[in-house]
């Protein structure tokens, strides 16, 4: 339910596999059902969101995917009946929860199709609004409009040529706003997927807001909003405190402000961002000449863990204050212009590793950023020198304040072993040879930096990094939960050990087998089955849940984690009893075999029979089914003929696989042509229109 990016043959094959089952079951069901949207659904959950988890639809998806995705990406051409998207997608999120596929940090079956109802009115509006379309569905509906035949191709180009002299009428006012979201990013193709993150483990909310009530500027932008209170303070013309007023809130505050012979509050620098800082974090305000706390604020200021919360998202507005030029006699550094950019690069990489990391490498890291960003050439002359350390300095301001909020830790050590290097040896000559220059040198990658000098200047880092201590940084437990919270806003998978405490036992082990690290895996398989009770009646939904799961793929992946999540031996004592349970004989025995616990020569011949049945169904859903698994088959020719008759006269409990692999067979290994690809699914999809 999840795929790189990269991925897109391992992708199409599963949608594929995916939709055609989807289908099968509405029709079953009597839903309405269209193929293609299915598809396209699915096609931007992939292509055109930070997570790419299939299985997880919330409002904004659903939003997206209706009002944004298919109004710019499919094409309904003049005269063809339109699709009823809304309802198709209905039928996939009954589908999810009903095939046990959905991932169950999303919303309740109930909660989507209300998130459908909501703007399922807006879609046919959305479709026609020529502002929403992409560009290639622009021109491919301007042409249709006049009467060209865009599945021609050489009409096609004519009418192309014509645009490009100017000869074609179109609406100008939408082609600029298209382009207006293409250049500014607002495009949905645009969209990166982001790195994956490994679960994190936090304390409960109680501990974690003790901690922040321990902060010094939690309490000193407590104690600020307080000063000002609900009748406020005046201040300058310019919006500065009076000198007074400031001295006084130094000593209340304890910002450590030196004040004799300061005649103005702008000079008191920790003071000063202090009152940009509760500005930006809403917790004060500036009116008619007066400071005051803003009433809104009040329940937040009673929480210390809503108060730290808000005080850490109101770090990234804080670029102005912190290492803005003080005076026209100086200038910004390269990280003032990519201040929030370089800021959530940082958090994103400190979190979840499960080592600190050296400022070093923290830094190369950064330096690579700004290489990127402002098109630096590989070389390191005096001038760059001077850039890189101006912005060094102002890294180092900014770490300093994340230290004394609380959001990293730093200490002196010796950097861990995976730090020194980066083993790309399997990599392959076509990414060393397209990896920029700075970037192998970075990671030190052998024989992929030719140049002498940056040859010195990789092994200055790594003497840098072994020749002794070094700061080590790394996010606190406080720093954690807060860019947890963001990456979860921004629509990112951010997995909490505890969180499927109640999830329904396929969603558990569907998450873990995609999601989850060994350790961690045994930590949230444990905290499940001390929620559910009795320890053999959890086991019994946990392996009833495999049962009952109709993609053998998955359902072998679920296996094999819950065996290896269970502890001390747990798991194989498991796998062992459920050698004679009919229904879980086959994926338990490729388990066994899988991990070297049983080897072919242990097996009866009839076990023999259900591992190569297994095998050749798992093989048909790898194919994608259809036209995909008949390939594979024809492939193999007599020796797939000759599995296939075995495999039909075992006693393997997926009957209906059993029968679908005989008829795949039939077609493959009975003629010697094939259909394409294309009309593989004859049921649901639509060949009328076209994604761009």
Not at 6 to 21: I, S, W
Not at 149 to 165: E, H, L, N, T
Not at 222 to 229: F, I, P, S
Not at 406 to 415: P, S
């Amino acid at each position: 339910m999840r795929f790189e990016p990269e991925a897109d043959e391992e992708f199409e094959t599963a949608c594929g596999l995916l939709v055609d089952r989807m289908v099968r079951w509405a029709g079953e069901k009597g839903l309405p059902v269209d193929g293609f949207t299915a598809e396209a659904a699915l096609d931007y959950r992939h292509r055109a969101t930070a997570d790419g988890r299939l299985g997880l639809w919330e409002p904004r998806h659903v939003k997206d995917l209706l009002l944004s995705w298919l109004p710019q990406q499919v094409t309904e051409l003049p005269g063809e009946e339109r699709g009823d998207a809304p309802g198709t997608l209905r039928t996939l999120l009954r589908y999810l929860h009903a095939a046990q596929l959905a991932d169950p940090r999303g919303p309740s079956p109930q909660d989507s199709l209300a998130a459908v109802d909501s703007v399922a009115d807006q879609h046919l509006a959305a479709m026609t609004d020529r502002t929403r379309w992409g560009l290639a569905k622009f021109w491919a509906m301007t042409a249709a409009e006049q009467g060209v035949d865009i599945q021609d191709g050489a009409a096609f180009q004519r009418f192309a040529d014509r645009a490009q002299r100017g000869e074609v009428a179109y609406d100008q006012h939408a082609l600029a706003a298209i382009m207006e979201r293409r250049l500014t990013g607002r495009a949905l193709s645009g969209v990166a997927r982001a790195e994956p993150q490994l679960p994190v483990l936090l304390p409960p909310d109680d501990e974690l807001r003790r901690r922040a009530e321990a902060s010094t500027i939690v309490a000193q932008l407590r104690g600020l909003t307080e000063w000002a209170g609900r009748d406020g303070r005046p201040v300058t013309a310019t919006g500065r405190l009076r000198m007074a007023d400031a001295r006084e809130l130094v000593d209340l505050l304890g910002t450590g402000d030196k004040t004799d012979g300061v005649r103005s509050s702008a000079d008191l620098p920790r003071l000063g961002l202090l009152m940009v800082w509760a500005k930006k974090a809403r917790l004060v305000r500036v009116a008619k000449g007066r400071l005051y706390a803003v009433a809104r604020a009040r329940p937040v200021l009673a929480d210390p863990l809503q108060l730290w919360l808000r005080t850490f998202d109101a770090c990234f507005e804080l670029r102005q204050a912190l290492i803005g030029a003080r005076s026209g006699w100086h200038v910004e550094s390269m990280l003032f212009d990519v201040y929030e950019d370089v800021l959530d690069d940082v958090l994103n990489t400190l979190y979840s590793l499960p080592y600190p990391m050296p400022w070093p490498r923290l830094r190369d890291t950064v330096h690579l950023a700004y290489r990127t960003s402002f098109q630096l050439d590989a070389g390191l002359d005096l001038q760059h020198c001077m850039w890189f350390e101006h912005a060094d300095r102002d890294l180092r301001a900014v770490l300093d304040l994340l230290d004394d909020l609380g959001v990293i830790e730093r200490d002196r050590g010796m950097a861990d072993p995976v730090f020194l290097d980066i083993d790309l040896s399997d990599a392959g000559p076509e990414l060393l040879a397209d990896m920029p220059p700075e970037l192998a040198e970075l990671l030190d990658v052998a024989g992929a930096a030719t140049d002498p000098a940056a040859r010195e200047r990789a092994d200055a880092r790594r003497e840098e990094l072994t020749a002794g201590p070094v700061e080590l940084i790394r996010l606190t437990e406080l720093g954690t939960r807060a860019v947890r919270q963001r990456l979860l806003a921004a629509g990112r998978d951010a997995p909490l050990v505890g969180e499927l405490a109640q999830a329904p036992a396929a969603g558990l082990l569907g998450v873990l087998a995609e999601d989850y690290d060994p350790d961690a895996a045994r930590t949230e398989l444990a905290g499940w089955i001390t929620a559910h009770g009795e320890r053999e009646g959890a086991l019994r939904q946990l392996t009833d849940a495999v049962r009952t799961m109709t993609f053998r793929t998955r359902a072998q992946a679920m296996l094999d984690v819950l065996s290896a999540a269970l502890p001390d031996g747990e798991g194989e004592r498991l796998l062992r009893r459920l050698r004679r349970d009919t229904q879980l004989a086959p994926l338990v025995l490729n388990a066994l075999a899988h991990r070297e616990l049983l080897s072919p020569e242990g097996m009866t011949d009839a076990e023999s029979l259900l591992v190569l049945a297994e095998s050749l169904l798992q093989l048909v859903e790898l194919a994608g089914g259809g036209d995909g698994a008949e390939e594979t088959l024809r492939a193999q020719g007599s020796q797939a003929r000759d599995a296939v008759a075995a495999a039909l006269d075992s006693a393997h409990p997926d009957r209906a696989g059993l029968d679908e692999l005989r008829q795949l067979a039939a077609r493959a290994l009975g003629t010697h042509g094939g259909r394409a690809r294309e009309a593989r699914r004859s049921s649901g999809r639509s060949g009328r229109k076209r994604r761009r």
